[in-house]
């Protein structure tokens, strides 16, 4: 939608600017990916990197394992003040509201 908007239509520019929004490591696998090659549709090269990174759909967005992690790390630290219980109870929601549907 950035690009888009941001009038950027060549492939491998795409590919670039994309690049500047993950870390060192990410952009290097997707540089080393066949589909970012320059005659390779920039959305040819999207459905390849959801390839390389499994759990990126969006049916996968959150798991069993983040809410274990979530009230495991909330047991370790307490919830001390409406704050903390606030920014908890926030994520808590998002992530069961998503597992129950």
């Not at 239509?9 to 600017?17: A, F, I, M």
């Not at 969006?58 to 704050?83: P, V, Y």
């Amino acid at each position: 939608m950035l690009l888009t908007k941001c009038g950027i239509t060549d492939n491998q520019e795409k590919k670039k600017y994309a690049q500047i929004y993950v870390d060192i490591d990410t952009s290097d696998l997707w540089e080393s990916c066949p589909k970012h090659n320059p005659t390779v549709a920039f959305s040819n090269f999207v459905d390849a990197i959801f390839k390389l990174c499994p759990g990126s759909e969006k049916d996968c967005k959150w798991s069993i394992s983040d809410m274990d992690k979530l009230i495991g790390e909330q047991l370790h630290l307490g919830i001390h003040d409406m704050t903390k219980l606030g920014t908890y109870y926030c994520t808590f929601y998002t992530i069961t509201t998503f597992l129950h549907n």
